[in-house]
T-cell receptor, first 114, second 117 residues
Framework: AQSVTQLDSHVSVSEGTPVLLRCNYSSSYSPSLFWYVQHPNKGLQLLLKYTSAATLVKGINGFEAEFKKSETSFHLTKPSAHMSDAAEYFC????????????FGKGTRLSVIA | DTEVTQTPKHLVMGMTNKKSLKCEQH?????MYWYKQKAKKPPELMFV???????INESVPSRFSPECPNSSLLNLHLHALQPEDSALYLCASSPGLAGAVDTGELFFGEGSRLTVL
């Protein structure tokens, strides 16, 4: 079985400072990992994905994440937060093959203070 | 065109009403999904269609009835709902693998916000 744990339910940063959203995963198989973002009253948008290629993954809007197998982590980072980054972020895991739907973490709400 | 379009955006219905939510994509994707999302919670999978056949039903009550008329359309028929069914209903699609649920990227619509009185 797979699972993800988002270690913070809420993160607050000042505009222009770095963002770190933490995610640990558990998987018996080689996982695919994703970060999705959801702005208020909107659907989810894919930020980035890891599928066993490069361990450092670059996504949209300046976000990146590093897959660390030894730490079972897939933390999301951005060097400088922008007001528009305020949203809910979901870490998601799936198997790289097979008939298993995605497993969502509980989400981290990012607030950006001016 | 990378959009998943959901209608209506908002729906208010009584517990005795029958209504439907609609979802459309023109990306040639062969897997389509319904998710339910309550406030401040992650999406919960309800149904998956793969190549127009129901692939996964996550033990959803029968008052929710999905339908996939063709590879571009996905409906969710609603009947005799309860107030606790009020939520954001999200449709998603993915390229799809024959006979399997895609494990790649999902493309989400903006959702239909349902209120049951």
């Amino acid at each position: 079985a797979q699972s993800v744990t988002q270690l913070d339910s809420h993160v607050s940063v000042s505009e222009g400072t770095p963002v770190l959203l933490r995610c640990n995963y558990s998987s018996s198989y080689s996982p695919s990992l994703f970060w999705y973002v959801q702005h208020p009253n909107k659907g989810l948008q894919l930020l980035l994905k890891y599928t066993s290629a490069a361990t450092l993954v670059k996504g949209i809007n300046g976000f990146e994440a590093e897959f660390k197998k030894s730490e079972t982590s897939f933390h999301l980072t951005k060097p400088s937060a922008h007001m528009s980054d305020a949203a809910e972020y979901f870490c998601v895991v799936s198997r790289t093959s097979g008939n298993t739907p995605l497993v969502f973490g509980k989400g981290t709400r990012l607030s950006v203070i001016a | 065109d990378t959009e998943v379009t959901q209608t209506p955006k908002h729906l208010v219905m009584g517990m005795t009403n029958k209504k439907s939510l609609k979802c459309e994509q023109h990306m040639g994707h062969r897997a389509m999904y319904w998710y339910k999302q309550k406030a401040k919670k992650p999406p919960e999978l309800m149904f998956v269609y793969s190549y127009e056949k129901l692939s996964i039903n996550e033990s959803v009550p029968s008052r929710f009835s999905p339908e996939c008329p063709n590879s571009s359309l996905l409906n969710l028929h609603l009947h005799a709902l309860q107030p606790e069914d009020s939520a954001l209903y999200l449709c998603a699609s993915s390229p799809g693998l024959a006979g399997a649920v895609d494990t790649g990227e999902l493309f989400f619509g903006e959702g239909s916000r349902l209120t049951v009185l």
